[in-house]
């Protein structure tokens, strides 16, 4: 059974930083490519980044610069660091798993990021 779990999420000011963790298990990690998406209240589900299996990222070109995703394989963990943040960051942070097998993938729980003063 596929369980990803994200963490790290919480309140913080403008020009803040934060690091979401997401912890999968049940699966083999290393051959899944992994994403962290959000959702801000009254929108759409959006990317923020990408990472493959194989290491190579991908970002929303307004977060270049500000986000960093990463991946442990050897802790079955992706990462996403966020500086800078702004009050628009505030979302629902979500982490999802896609095997090549299984397109559609697999979605955490989510974990709340607020920013604000």
């Known amino acids: 059974q596929v369980q990803l779990v994200e963490s790290g999420g919480g309140l913080v000011q403008p020009g803040g930083s934060l690091r979401l963790s997401c912890v999968a298990s049940?699966?083999?990690?290393?051959?899944?490519?992994m994403g962290w998406y959000r959702q801000a209240p009254g929108n759409q589900r959006e990317l923020v980044a990408h990472i493959t299996s194989g290491g190579s990222t991908t970002y929303v070109d307004s977060l270049k610069g500000r986000f960093t995703i990463s991946r442990d394989n050897d802790k079955n963990t992706m990462y996403l660091q966020m500086n800078s943040l702004k009050p628009e960051d505030t979302a629902v942070y979500y982490c999802?798993?896609?095997?090549?097998?299984?397109?559609?993938?697999?979605w955490g729980q989510g974990t709340q990021v607020t920013v604000s003063s």
């Open positions: 999802k798993a896609v095997p090549l097998w299984n397109p559609a993938g697999y």
């Open positions: 049940g699966v083999t990690f290393r051959m899944y490519d």
